[in-house]
C-alpha cells in the first residue's frame, strides 16, 4: 500500500558506501520504503571503495536490477572521508542520507521520520541500536565496547554534545552544506573523519541535530581485526593531534601524563605488560579497563616511536 504522508521533503539520495560487504538486504529494505511514498523524488547510489572480494561483489550487483539504483565500482580504496564526498558529488537531490553497509532497516518509516524533519535542520543524526544479545558476542571486544555505550546513544544523551557525537553511519544532511562543508580528505586510514567532520561543521556554526530513529548492527568483527583497525585510528589520532586536541580523552590523558613528567614511565610499564594486556583482548573473555589501558598505551608508543624517528633524522643531517 502507497504512504500517501505530507513530507516536508520531496527529494532524497541515499547514499552507502561498500568495502568488502553484503549490502543487497540493506539496499533492498531501502527500495521498498522509497517507493511506498508518494511523490519522493529519491535514488540510491552505492559505491564499492576498492572492493575485491569477488563473491561479495557479485551478491551486490544484482542492485543494479532496482529502479532509481546506482552501483559503482571503484578499483581504488579512497577511504572513509573521500568516498562520501565522493557520493555527495554524485548525487542528484537536496537531502542526502548517508547510510553504512553493514547496518540493517529496524522501522518500517526509518526514510518517514527523516523527511518529515524540520528543513531547518540542516544535520540530522538518527543513532543506532545493538544487537546480538548472544553467548557468542559476549566473547566479542567490539560487542562488549557497544554496548557498554549503548546507553550514550539516546537522542537525549547525544543532544548534550551535539557535535561530538555524530557518526557517519546514520545521517541526513543538505546537499550544499555537504559541497561546501566536506569530510577531510587528507584523511586516508581509518577513524575519526567523523569527529573532524562534526568539528568543521561547528566551525561553521552548523549544530548536528538527534533523533530517535536507529539503524541496528549486529555485525562484530574478530578482536584480532577490531584491535588492528583501533590500532590504525590511533595513528590517525596521532597524525591529526593537532585538530583533535579538545576532542580525544587520550590526547586530553597524555596531555597530563606529559606534565606531570609521566609519559615514559606509563610508556615502560605499559611495554611491559602488552603481552598479557593483548592476550587479554584477544582472548574469549576481554577486558574494556584492560581495553582502555591498551588505548592508550598504543597511542604512547606511537608517539614514542615518532620522535624516535625524528630523533634519527637529526642525527643523520
Known amino acids: 500500500m502507497m504512504l500517501n504522508s505530507l513530507v516536508m521533503k520531496s527529494q532524497l539520495s541515499i547514499l552507502v558506501p561498500v568495502y568488502n560487504y553484503p549490502c543487497l538486504p540493506l539496499i533492498t529494505a531501502l527500495h521498498q520504503q522509497a517507493e511506498a511514498i508518494d511523490g519522493l523524488l529519491?535514488?540510491?547510489?552505492?559505491?564499492?571503495?576498492?572492493?575485491?572480494?569477488?563473491?561479495?561483489?557479485?551478491?551486490?550487483?544484482?542492485?543494479?536490477?532496482?529502479?532509481?539504483?546506482?552501483?559503482?565500482?571503484?578499483?581504488?580504496?579512497?577511504?572513509?572521508?573521500?568516498?562520501?564526498?565522493?557520493?555527495?558529488?554524485?548525487?542528484?537531490?537536496?537531502?542526502?542520507?548517508?547510510?553504512?553497509?553493514?547496518?540493517?532497516?529496524?522501522?518500517?518509516?526509518?526514510?518517514?521520520?527523516?523527511?518529515?524533519?524540520?528543513?531547518?535542520d540542516m544535520v540530522v543524526y538518527g543513532g543506532n541500536s545493538i544487537g546480538s544479545d548472544t553467548a557468542a558476542a559476549e566473547c566479542?571486544?567490539?560487542?562488549?565496547?557497544?554496548?557498554?555505550?549503548?546507553?550514550?546513544?539516546?537522542?537525549?544523551?547525544?543532544?548534550?554534545?551535539?557535535?561530538?557525537?555524530?557518526?557517519?553511519?546514520?545521517?541526513?544532511?543538505?546537499?550544499?552544506?555537504?559541497?561546501?562543508?566536506?569530510?577531510?580528505?587528507?584523511?586516508?586510514?581509518?577513524?575519526?573523519?567523523?569527529?573532524?567532520?562534526?568539528?568543521?561543521?561547528?566551525?561553521?556554526?552548523?549544530?548536528?541535530?538527534?533523533?530517535?530513529?536507529?539503524?541496528?548492527?549486529?555485525?562484530?568483527?574478530?578482536?584480532?581485526?577490531?584491535?588492528a583497525k583501533i590500532e590504525e585510528s590511533l595513528h590517525t589520532l596521532y597524525a591529526f593531534h593537532h585538530e583533535l586536541q579538545a576532542y580525544s580523552p587520550i590526547i586530553k590523558v597524555v596531555d597530563r601524563l606529559t606534565k606531570m613528567r609521566l609519559t615514559f614511565p606509563v610508556g615502560l610499564f605499559y611495554d611491559l605488560f602488552r603481552p598479557v594486556v593483548r592476550r587479554n583482548l584477544l582472548g574469549s573473555c576481554p577486558s574494556l579497563t584492560l581495553f582502555n589501558i591498551y588505548k592508550l598505551g598504543e597511542y604512547l608508543r606511537i608517539i614514542g616511536q615518532s620522535e624516535a624517528n625524528s630523533n634519527d633524522k637529526m642525527h643523520l643531517c
Not at 89 to 95: F, G, S, T, V
Not at 152 to 169: E, V
Open 140 to 227: 566479542q571486544l567490539k560487542y562488549r565496547y557497544e554496548k557498554r555505550a549503548e546507553r550514550t546513544h539516546r537522542p537525549t544523551q547525544r543532544a548534550l554534545q551535539s557535535n561530538r557525537s555524530f557518526n557517519t553511519s546514520n545521517f541526513l544532511i543538505n546537499r550544499t552544506l555537504m559541497l561546501r562543508v566536506p569530510f577531510n580528505s587528507n584523511i586516508r586510514t581509518y577513524g575519526y573523519e567523523d569527529v573532524l567532520f562534526g568539528k568543521s561543521l561547528l566551525e561553521e556554526g552548523v549544530g548536528v541535530s538527534h533523533i530517535a530513529n536507529p539503524l541496528g548492527f549486529d555485525h562484530y568483527e574478530s578482536n584480532e581485526f577490531f584491535l
Open 42 to 120: 529519491y535514488e540510491i547510489i552505492v559505491v564499492e571503495d576498492g572492493s575485491n572480494q569477488l563473491e561479495t561483489l557479485h551478491i551486490n550487483s544484482q542492485i543494479e536490477t532496482l529502479t532509481h539504483c546506482r552501483y559503482i565500482i571503484r578499483k581504488d580504496n579512497i577511504g572513509r572521508a573521500s568516498i562520501r564526498n565522493f557520493l555527495a558529488q554524485e548525487a542528484l537531490y537536496d537531502w542526502l542520507l548517508f547510510v553504512d553497509s553493514d547496518m540493517k532497516v529496524l522501522s518500517s518509516t526509518f526514510l518517514i521520520n527523516y523527511l518529515l524533519t524540520s528543513l531547518t
